[in-house]
Structures are given as C-alpha cells and as structure tokens.
C-alpha cells in the first residue's frame, strides 16, 4: 500500500512541477520588436528598437494561423525557439525530415507484424543511394546513427534507433541540432533575442495552422507535396495525427462526379512524393486495381477505383502508428539531462544578428536562409 501512496505522491509532485514551469514560462518577458505584429522580423532588426512582453501575451488565444512554416528554421530546430527546448519531438522531426528528402525509406516490418508486435516497433528503416556527402552537423550525425555502417541499402528497426538514441550518438545529435540552431540564427538560441521571440511567435501561429487545417483549404493537385513537406513539422509540434487525417480527407475526395485522368494524374503525382514511405512508390502504387505505374502505357485499371477512401485511411492509421513510434524513439534522445535551447538562458544583451553568411545562414541540409523547409529545401 505504501508504494501505492507514494505513487500518488510523485504524481501529484510532478503535475504541480509542470503547472509551477508553465506558470513561469508564461509570466517570464521577453525582448520583442517594438510597433509591429508579432512574428514579423523588420528588414534591419539589429537597428530596429525593441520592448518586453509578458510570454503569454505574445500571441493572441487562438493565434491566427500562419500557413508557411517559420523563417530560417528547419522543422528540427522548432523547439530551440520553443520553452520546452530541443527534445525528442526534433529528432522524430529530423529523421522524417531526411526521409522526405529521400535519404531513407520507412517500411513497415512484415515480420515484426506476423508476430503480433507492438506497431510502433513495427518500423524498418532503409538508407537509399542519394548521396549524402555534403550533409554535415545534424542531419549527418542523424544518418550515422541510424546507419552505422553507412551503405545504401542498409536497413536498421526502430529498436534498434531507440537504444542507440539513449547513448552518446543521441546525445551527439541533439548537441548538433543546438549547434546547427545557433549558427543558422547567428546567436544561441538560448538567449533573449528579438528574433528569437519572433520566430518563436511565427513557431505558435504556424502550430495553429497545423491543428486546425482542413482538407478544403488544400488544393488536390499539391496536397501530397504539402503533406510531406509539413509532416516533419507537424511531428516537432505533436500534430503529426491530425495532419494525417487531413491529407486521407483530401484523397478520399478524389473521384468525386466520376474518376478522370487528372485524378489518375495526380494520384501518380502522389506515388513520387510519398515514395519515402512504403506503399506509396509510383512504380507501384496499387490502389484497388489502380496502376500508378502503368499511366505511362495507357492501361489504366480503374475497376476498385471505390476501395481508394479505404486505402487512404490505412494510410492515415499508418502514419499515426508512424508518429507513435516516432515519440517513442524520440522520447530515448530525451533522456539527457543539460541546457539543449528553450526558455532558459540569459536576455541576450545587445547582441547583433546577422543573416548573410553562408556560416550562420544555411542549415545543414543545404537549404539557404529563410527557406523554412526541411532537408529537401533549397
């Protein structure tokens, strides 16, 4: 009985904790731009003048969506600007964020699913054969942690990401993603910046998008491509299930009046940007008697046409089982104790920022300052 009370106990110790942080969190001021909107970062910030805001006065509740990702970050640096700081949920981002590019592919394991696992051990992970040679900082230290051996077409399960994660290569990749963080900002992202405040409130308005989007807000020809490119933020920001769902609801939309070409068209279109995860492989996407690969011949199946709301929803299940395990292995990266960014740090004093260098203006995929994308950005 008496464990059972402590129990409570502890529970009850570590929900107060978590109200006391937040409280403080939201009571702390920040360094913001002074005379203009929240998120918008002035042409000449170093000269532009600045004021204190109380955190929770930042943005509005709800905030207006944004519906661009934040500038300058990638989808993996969210949390540096974020008051829970660099975590779990950044490395889940980045490991998506290089399958997106084609760096990866993500399978689910046909053995591990016979023998009635878990689903969010059900994962392989095989590195493909674009080159990844110019990756540097967190993106390469991610790459070798998931492939040790550093060959294409090396496959590694989702246990085994998770146990090396819990040792010094996951602490290696975080370290890096706080490196990669500051020099793309030019200053640590620990620090009362203006910027940083900015970037912070664009972070907040763009989760905002994420939470509430809805399949008509998005054009069927191009909701593949957002989905991707998104789907890393949506996982650093927790709303990896719902951004799901929105993207089954767009494609449960397709043959509606009639199936034609350009629906065939853009079903293609699909299998090219979800090739990074199984099933989704135009040469063989097989979608109720539907070919994908075999537009290009004019022999178009379109007989089970019907089943494609359900294969779209499978699809749904399956990224959310995805995202599951990706917390998962993300939440072994989380294991460290140290400062890895968020709401700690000093005010900055006057410190300049600076965005022109290729040193602290490009991230470590290669994308340019303000691309706001992911690896695959340019």
Request: net charge negative.
């Amino acid at each position: 009985m008496e464990w059972l009370v402590g129990l409570i106990v502890l529970a009850v110790v570590v929900i107060v904790g978590m109200a006391i942080r937040t409280a403080v969190s939201n009571g702390r001021e920040l360094t913001a731009f002074d005379g203009v909107a929240p998120g918008i970062i002035p042409a000449n910030p170093n000269a532009h003048p600045t004021t204190k805001v109380k955190a929770r006065e930042l943005l509005p509740d709800p905030p207006p969506p944004r519906f661009n990702p934040p500038e300058l970050l990638m989808p993996w640096m969210a949390g540096s600007v974020l008051p829970r700081g660099i975590g779990g949920r950044d490395v889940g981002a980045l490991l998506v964020d290089l399958a997106v590019a084609g760096y990866l592919r993500i399978d689910k394991d046909p053995a591990a699913s016979a023998k009635r696992k878990k689903e969010k051990s059900d994962w392989i992970l095989t590195r493909t054969a674009k080159p990844v040679s110019h990756l540097t900082g967190a993106p390469s230290d991610m790459m070798m942690l998931v492939f040790p051996q550093g060959q294409p077409g090396e496959a590694t399960g989702m246990d085994a990401v998770r146990r090396r994660g819990s040792g010094t290569a996951g602490r290696e990749v975080r370290a890096a993603i706080l490196t990669d963080t500051t020099q793309t900002l030019g200053f640590a992202p620990t620090q009362d910046h203006a910027v940083r405040t900015a970037l912070r409130a664009q972070t907040g308005q763009f989760h905002q998008y994420l939470r509430t989007a809805e399949a008509v807000q998005i054009r069927v020809d191009e909701a593949a491509s957002i989905f991707s490119r998104y789907l890393p933020w949506a996982i650093a920001l927790g709303e990896a299930e719902h951004w799901a769902a929105v993207f089954r609801d767009v494609a449960q939309s397709l043959g509606d009046g009639g199936f034609t070409a350009t629906d065939a068209a853009v079903l293609s279109s699909w299998g090219n940007d979800l090739a990074w995860f199984g099933g989704f492989d135009a040469s063989g996407f097989d979608v109720g008697g539907f070919d994908a690969g075999a537009l290009g011949a004019g022999a178009i199946d379109l007989g089970g046409i019907g089943n494609l709301g359900t294969d779209f929803t499978s699809f749904s299940d399956s990224i959310g089982s995805f995202g599951d395990s990706i917390s998962d292995v993300g939440s072994s990266f989380d294991s460290f104790s140290g400062d890895f960014g968020g709401s700690s740090g000093g005010d900055g004093g006057g410190s300049s920022w600076s965005c022109g260098s290729s040193s602290s203006c490009s991230s470590s995929c290669g994308s340019s300052c303000g691309g706001g994308g992911g690896c695959g950005s340019s």
